[in-house]
């Protein structure tokens, strides 16, 4: 009996967790930060995809993480009533919108 139990415990530990990609929304509370995760859909009956997005609560230790800040949040136990996430990291933006936005720059300049 005791076998399965421990198995189980294991098996609880190593299960992967969710993991999801959102912009935070609000910061104002303390290590709490609100998360907005946008999917697109498929609608069943008409094919016509639509979006479609959700508000989580995640915990933010240090509160380093701001308004605006793409992030990745995964799942946990829970902490609190609504807080089910931890923030993880934050995405790092893609080096081809930066260059992007130099090269829009530049062409600006070039056209006055």
Known sequence: ME???TQQ????ETRKKRTLKGVIISDKMDK??????SRIKLHSKYSKSY???QNFKAHDEKN????GDEVVIEEIK?????????VVSA????????????VSDKKQEDNK
């Not at 415990?9 to 609880?12: A, N, R, T």
């Not at 709490?32 to 995760?37: A, L, P, R, S």
């Not at 380093?64 to 308004?67: A, G, I, P």
């Not at 995405?91 to 130099?102: S, Y």
């Open 91 to 102: 995405v790092l933006p893609n080096q081809d919108d930066k260059d992007k936005e130099v």
């Open 3 to 5: 076998k399965s139990i």
């Open 32 to 37: 709490t930060v609100v998360v907005k995760v």
């Open 78 to 86: 829970p902490m609190s009533k609504d807080k089910r996430w931890r």
């Open 9 to 12: 415990i294991e098996s609880s």
């Open 51 to 53: 979006k479609t997005s």
């Open 64 to 67: 380093e993480y701001h308004t």
